[in-house]
């Protein structure tokens, strides 16, 4: 799905008109209404927004970044500006907050848009009141456990709620309390406080010790009093954005869905129970092979794709077995339980000669057939061991070819320009 503009002036259209503008991203899309042209060219009080349509549109806009978030969207929102309106929204709801805006924009009707607000709010007040509780998973919540709970513990920071809380694979226990900063606030501004009672200092406290925790745990230092642990700061600047290409790796919601990520970039993938591996440490997927195998491959090839943050997949799965007219294939590297290495190739007949030089231009106009790498990949772990190049031989084993005459995918990495240099230091074949 590429950028959609849908004008909401009629034709014709200009730079002046009105416009929602759909953006697409991984896991939402982004809803733009844009009349920053159009505003100046009408004038401020002749383009006023009712005044109630900023409150409606920023709940709308934190219901949809809470939905997002508990889906483990880690996406960091950004909006801004008086005369455009950005939304992060999930896309089952892309056409009806289009049908909302709309409605807002041309006819100054707000009953749309609170009313979806009061249909997809989340029952924050509920999750969060007071008293020790589970909730259950499926029923009160659909998310992963630990995804709620990092959710809910934001969620509650935000109303200046601390949340004792743990996940279980039933659900969540929780048990919310006024901070003691927030009860501190409330007491000194009370008028501030007036729509946001406090319904947890006098709730009934249960006497029993916090349930999820086992007793025992309150007795393993056999009674004796311990020391508290001290604390102080440091200046620290540690990494946000991992070198598995993982971006903002540390974040609220990176946690969870980073380390999976980081754990293929860095040590592979773990051999799922369905593929049965013969003899040999390379397996060669090709676009005919089952779809256990088509998968395997497409797995591993999301490393190197979140790693040099490319657009697209090297590897697609696919609905079917077929043939592929460039004999497309898939050489996948196998050390003990793991996939460590990947090279993609197909055979292609266009190429030219690089002497490896960076200042110096590709030559040449070959139209011979040859084996050609569109991408070599290997677990982080392992590199600098004569993995890939041990796979660009078995690659070009395969064809019966040397080494020397296999094509690269251009630009050529700079780790690729090393691995083309000790396999074929007189220049290389590139397409
Ligand atoms: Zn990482």
């Given amino acids: 799905m590429t950028e959609q503009v849908l004008f909401l002036d009629p034709e014709p259209h200009s730079y002046r008109s009105r416009k929602i503008v759909i953006r697409p991203a991984r896991r939402h899309a982004v809803v733009v209404l844009d009349r920053d042209d159009y505003v100046d060219a009408h004038g401020e009080e002749n383009a006023a927004w009712p005044p109630e349509f900023h409150d409606a549109v920023d709940k709308l806009r934190m219901v949809f970044i809470d939905r997002l978030s508990l889906d483990g969207d880690s996406a960091s929102f ?4 008086d005369r455009w309106i950005t939304l992060y929204v999930p896309y089952p709801y892309v056409d009806d907050v289009v049908e909302v805006l709309r409605a807002v924009e041309l006819d100054a009707d707000l009953s749309g848009l609170e009313a979806m607000v009061g249909r997809l709010a989340l029952p924050l007040d509920e999750w969060l009141a007071p008293g020790e509780r589970l909730l259950r998973r499926g029923a009160d919540f659909d998310a992963r456990p630990t995804t709620f709970l990092r959710f809910l513990r934001h969620a509650a920071r935000r109303q200046g709620l601390r949340l004792n809380g743990r996940a279980t694979a039933a659900g969540v226990w929780v048990r919310p ?5 927030e009860r501190l606030s409330r007491a000194a501004f009370p008028e501030e406080y007036r729509d946001r009672p406090d319904r947890w200092t006098d709730a009934p406290q249960d006497e029993r010790p916090w349930r999820p925790f086992d007793e025992r745990i309150r007795d393993q230092d056999g009674g004796r009093a311990a020391v508290p642990v001290a604390f102080r700061n440091v200046a620290a600047r540690p990494l946000s954005d991992c070198p598995c290409g993982f971006q903002n790796a540390f974040g609220e919601f990176g946690v969870g869905r980073h380390e999976q990520q980081h754990q293929l970039w860095s040590i592979g993938l773990r051999l799922p129970k369905n593929i049965s591996w013969g003899r040999g440490n390379v397996a060669v997927v090709t676009t005919q092979s089952s779809v256990a195998w088509r998968r395997l491959a497409a797995k591993v ?27 497309r294939r898939a050489y996948l590297l196998r050390s003990v339980e793991y996939v460590i290495g990947y090279l993609v190739a197909a055979d292609l007949d266009r190429h030219q000669r690089w002497n490896l030089d960076p200042d110096t231009p590709y030559t040449g106009d070959d139209t011979g057939t040859r084996p050609s790498i569109d991408l070599i990949w290997v677990a982080a772990i392992h590199r600098a061991r004569g993995l890939g190049n041990a796979l660009v031989h078995a690659l070009a084993e395969d064809f019966g070819c040397p080494a020397t005459d296999v094509s690269w995918s251009t630009p050529v990495s700079e780790s690729g320009q090393r691995l083309a240099r000790s396999l074929s230091p007189q220049g290389i074949w590139v397409h």
Avoid: H
């Fill in 78 to 81: 950004v909006w801004g500006g």
């Fill in 177 to 181: 309390q006024l901070s003691p900063a």
């Fill in 301 to 327: 090839a999301m490393a190197p794709k979140r790693e040099n943050r490319y657009d697209f997949t090297s590897w697609e799965a696919g609905n079917r077995p077929e043939p592929s007219s460039t004999n």
